[in-house]
């Protein structure tokens, strides 16, 4: 474990922004089209290596993978690791991300929070 007395070690946690032609092989997979699996190893080991350089070269003591060994995103993750999530249709134009209703449905937890 890298230590030091002199300052404090920089890291970072969670996914970093996958490169373009990693993302296009992640999306096929996600999508179950086929892809060409020696290629996309290829691409997610020099992804990899160029994401813990970058990271290198601006200073970040320990350095990690950015998660592009998780094939597929953290919302599909969830739903492939965890049972009790599904995935509903979103109408056209609506937004998945709005909030509307939950303030009424856990008013009382709202309040304690």
Known sequence: MKRSTDRI?????????RPAPLQEFLRAKQAGKPY?????????????AQVVRKQAESGVD???????????SWS????KRL???ERRPVKPGANPFTRRGRPRTFRGVLRRA
């Open 62 to 72: 320990i350095v990690s993978d950015g998660e592009f060994g998780k094939s597929i």
């Open 9 to 17: 070690l920089t890291t970072h946690v969670g996914s970093l922004i």
């Open 36 to 48: 060409d699996q020696a290629a996309y190893e290829d691409c997610l080991k020099a992804s990899v």
């Open 76 to 79: 599909q993750y969830v739903l």
């Open 83 to 85: 049972s009790g999530f």
